[in-house]
């Protein structure tokens, strides 16, 4: 079917793919998995076979859906409520994790918000928020899954791998973002955490790697997308001339975590449509 390459901003346009069940028998955990990019790759690694724990904040119900959507694939889940930038509650659910499922082979670290304000007036109580939630966070779980990976090493009727640990980045670890200091530094940071921990933990067959989507159509990004004008004004900045869906994330979380990647190590995959090319330079420069 022919498409447009300019859809209204209602309509979904991820081309539907057959996911395989390639992760059979391992066990997730996804941070910030009740809405937006988690909440997409959540259900996408159920539906590939794994057993999913989905992590969230605020919304008991939607983490609950997002619960049943993967039971209905025949795999476990079950929602945990944790602050991510809290190193107990993190140690707590990675307890449960090791009691309900007994193990991790996958990490998804997602968990990430937006707090945006003019440099000037960036309160401080702003920057560390984004800062513990988007950086620290990750540290936090991705220590967790690396005692656990250690400790277990590869089992190989389930995968080449001791474990795999994906950063949901973002074309902001690239590209400077005015108005959102924070976020961009966050981001900034997470390249160089998993590149230093990909490196580091590499010869123990652990593979981290990130994804960095560009514009997705989720909540947190919201006024970009909602109105004609502003999905107008957001394609001047991707070549491909499509927002992304949640679903594109998910398809490139799933081939990450299976063993069909399992020659990349310590990669960023930009999912972002192009946002990263400079498109301002098509015509002009
Ligand atoms: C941000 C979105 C933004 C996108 C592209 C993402 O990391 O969370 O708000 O639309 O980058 O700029």
Known sequence: MATSINQPPTRSTAPPVTVHRVLTGQKALVTGANSGIGQAVAIALGEAGADVVVNYIDGDASAEAVVEKIRKFGAKAYAHKADVSSEDEVAAMFARMMQQFGTIDILVNNAGLQRDSAFQDMTLA????????????????????????????????????????????SVHQEIPWGGHANYATSKGGIRLLMESMAQEVAPKRIRVNAIAPGAIRTPINTSAWETRPAYERLMTLVPYGRIGEPDDIARAAVWLASDHSDYVVGTTLFVDGGMTLYPGFATGG
Not at 159 to 169: D, E, L, Q, V, Y
Request: glycine letters at 6%; aromatic letters at 6%; hydrophobic letters at 50%.
């Open 126 to 169: 702003n920057w560390n928020k984004v800062l513990n939630v988007n950086l620290t966070g990750q540290f936090l779980c991705a220590r967790e899954a690396v005692l656990e990976f250690l400790r277990r090493g590869v089992v190989p009727s389930i995968s080449s791998a001791a474990g795999k640990i994906i950063c949901m980045s």
